[in-house]
């Protein structure tokens, strides 16, 4: 259950106006989790000769069992600020409250009794952010802006980590210098930014107990993001994108991940979407691209699970009728197969989940 609901309000004194934003932001979310397993090993397929061997389904036990309750209301205060035509500052604050109630049992054995773990905490944290834009006369917008962030550990299913310490919420602060160039009547819009992010208290699994995570300290993200859209005559228009990311474990409790890029991060996320428009009728065509990265465990020998990179098309298709919008999507429009989330499985075996394939939605939307 999500609930965001908030309040507006617009000032002006002179050359000076004020736009004040005052919300509340309430989560809630109950997660009951089981997994069953065989008494006994499941035989191996020999692929050029198989026998099939059928597992004894019959003689199978609950080992794992975890209800996670969490809770979590957050009070924000925002007000962006004019100062004659040119500065824009903008101000921010929010006070989150989060409770997190979970119960997790786990066997090794069918027969063994159940280790109960019980974890009743409360995390507080209050967050702000601040920035401020430079509006020139010949389309240029610089700015600069600061955050930081809390969020707890609300996935939680096992409550605690490898070393049995309760997880701690996930804190991060980022810095950011930017640029807009939007001339007036020109029909496009180009804009750079570089950042610099730092996460502390994230999440991986343990070499040593694949079955926990541990909280590796902290994560270094620096990058540069570029975007450009703009129409090209005919009811044509396109929007690209490109981010180039360089992340590092910069401090953790396995001394094999400092250094080297988290698990899932990729290093280049590009993409390009072009769009036609005639009157009622839309029709788009887009592409995305992100590099194959390394999967979550850092292992001491061998190699390390390594998710794919892959390029994937999608395409959109919207009328509008009167008040109502019909429209069609399709992702992945090829229904091109890639691996992602590989893993290294309990007793070392490595395992990968395959991505989303095509997917076809078809809405109609009434609006009035």
Known sequence: LV????????LQSGDVSHQILAGIDYYHSKLDWRIHSLNGAVAPIDLVNPVYVQPDWGNNYL???ALARNTQVGLYLQDQIKLGERWVV?????????RIDTKYDARLTGNTAFTTTVVDRRDNAFTGRAGAIYLAPNGLA???SFNTAFQPPLTTVTAVDANGTPYEPETARQAEVGVRYAPQGAGYTLSAAVFDL???NVRTPSTINPRFDVQTGEVRSRGLELQGTGDVGGGFSVIGAYTYLNAKVTRSNNALEVGERPGATPEHVASLWGKYQRGPLELGLGMRHI???VGELRVATGPIPTNDGY???????AYDVGAWRLSLNVTNLGDKRYRTQCNTFRGGAEFCALGFGREVKVA?????
Not at 3 to 10: L, N, Q, S, Y
Not at 364 to 368: M, N, Q, S
């Open 3 to 10: 609930i965001d609901t908030h309040v507006e309000a617009r």
């Open 63 to 65: 080992s794992d069992r």
């Open 90 to 98: 903008s101000l921010g604050g929010r006070y989150d409250t989060a």
């Open 142 to 144: 610089p700015y600069v």
């Open 198 to 200: 730092r996460k502390r």
């Open 291 to 293: 590099s194959a990265t």
């Open 311 to 317: 390029t994937l098309f999608d395409a959109m298709a």
């Open 364 to 368: 109609a939307v009434y609006r009035f």
